[in-house]
């Protein structure tokens, strides 16, 4: 099933590639081929800065391959996006926790 929708994605990227970029992503993440949907989800955000839906997806799968750093910044930059957003802080904090910074967790 995902290996026909990433045949048909791979050849959307000539009519809308944003949208095929997007599709291969959670494709690629769906099967297991991380660094693929890890590389696909900087290039969306390299287009798209501030689209929070694809900075959770990006965050949360540098999260699962135990990219913490690299995944920390990506919460920060939805905090930013919007202080207001409990989920947002949550987020923050559970990868806090994650790292061991028990008092930025706290904190956050």
């Known amino acids: 099933m995902w290996d026909s929708a990433i045949v048909y994605y791979s050849k959307l990227t000539n009519i809308d590639t944003q949208l095929a970029k997007k599709g291969l992503a959670r494709c690629y ?23 929070a839906s694809i900075i959770i997806r990006y ?7 135990s990219l913490h750093n690299q ?3 990506q919460y920060l930059k939805l905090v930013e996006l919007d202080s ?15 790292m061991n910074m028990t008092i930025e967790s706290t904190s956050a």
Request: proline residues 0%; neutral net charge; glycine residues 4%.
């Open 29 to 51: 993440e769906s099967v297991g081929y991380s660094s693929k949907a890890i590389d696909l989800y900087k290039q969306i955000l390299a287009d798209d800065s501030l689209n």
């Open 59 to 65: 965050a949360n799968l540098l999260r699962s391959s």
């Open 71 to 73: 995944a920390l910044k």
């Open 84 to 98: 207001t957003s409990a989920k947002y802080w949550e987020m923050l904090g559970d990868q806090y926790k994650t």
